[in-house]
């Protein structure tokens, strides 16, 4: 069985998901900005850092568009660094919008109940990228360390290009020399 092109469908599967997800923690930190702006709410720090990470979480369909035209453009160990930086952001912008909410008051106005029930989602939508890239991350690494230890080392090439080797048999080498 051809791993690279199943991992392929995958991979294409999980970058779609981030990028759809993404888009949609754009417009809400957008629509939290623009309600907040408004009506002269001032505590909107956390949807501009949702805006910054989710216009750097917007080199994910680069990546996929420049592996197309050059499959060596990227390597494993380049993709899995990003992806990882891009964890650690989305885990710092997550945590940011859950702390900055005050959503406590009981009298205030509609725009202000909007702007709750908003940062709400987009702190959810923020964690549910970090669950995604984390195990895309899991899976990429899984199947690189399985390919290591089957003798077919493919971190220095692309996701494109690796020729994965996975087997039952990789996990239980006979002979530990490759």
Not at 12 to 24: A, E, K, Q, R
């Amino acid at each position: 069985m051809n791993y690279t092109s199943v991992f392929q469908v995958f991979r294409t599967v999980m970058f779609s998901i981030i990028t759809v997800v993404d888009i949609s923690v754009l417009s809400l930190a957008a629509r939290i900005i623009l309600l907040s702006v408004t009506n002269d709410y001032e505590d909107f720090a956390y949807a501009g850092l949702a805006i910054v990470i989710s216009s750097l979480t917007f080199t994910i369909p680069v990546i996929i568009f420049v592996q197309a035209i050059r499959p060596q453009a990227f390597t494993i160990v380049t993709e899995l660094s990003w992806l990882g930086f891009l964890s650690l952001a989305w885990v710092a912008s997550a945590g940011f919008s859950v702390g900055s909410a005050v959503c406590n008051l009981h009298d205030s106005q509609a725009w202000f109940k909007e702007i709750c029930v908003e940062t709400g989602v987009l702190s959810g939508l923020s964690f549910a990228l970090v669950l995604t890239l984390l195990s895309y991350i899991a899976a990429l690494l899984a199947v690189n360390i399985v390919s290591q230890m089957h003798c077919s080392p493919v971190w220095k090439s692309s996701v494109a290009t690796a020729k994965f080797k996975l087997s039952a048999s990789a996990l239980y080498p006979e002979d530990n020399r490759c």
